[in-house]
Nanobody, 124 residues
Framework: QVQVVESGGGLVQAGGSLKLSCAAS????????MGWFRQAPGKEREFVAA????????SYADSVKGRFTISRDNAKNTAYLQMNSLKPEDTAVYYC?????????????????WGQGTQVTVSS
């Protein structure tokens, strides 16, 4: 089973950028799709971005298209989320997870073994 540790969150002004990292252990992530998700206070966890095991295909929530970029480095067993042009509505705890395929990596309700997440706060 893949365990993950998210990092890179923080406080940033609207329009700023952050890069989140998802360091995996337990198993190599090279055979898994990876997904990023977020949960704002009082809301359910939602899909943000996903990437296939090879990095050849990606998927994004409409709310982050053109602003966020997901990537991965299988040699480092790490996935990343570059977030640009941040908005106050991006404020949330961000999580990553491994999944069997790209489709599953977009469905937080079907995934288990969540990490602690990393807090992203965007001030207006």
């Amino acid at each position: 089973q893949v365990q993950v540790v998210e990092s890179g969150g923080g406080l940033v002004q609207a329009g700023g950028s952050l890069k989140l990292s998802c360091a995996a252990s337990g198993r190599t992530i090279s055979s898994y799709a990876m997904g990023w998700f977020r949960q704002a206070p009082g809301k359910e966890r939602e899909f943000v971005a996903a990437i296939t095991w090879s990095g050849g295909s990606t998927s994004y929530a409409d709310s982050v298209k053109g602003r966020f970029t997901i990537s991965r480095d299988n040699a480092k067993n790490t996935a990343y989320l570059q977030m640009n042009s941040l908005k106050p509505e991006d404020t949330a705890v961000y999580y990553c997870n491994a999944a069997a395929n790209l489709k599953m990596a977009t469905k937080p309700d079907e995934l288990r073994s969540w990490g602690q997440g990393t807090q992203v706060t965007v001030s207006s």
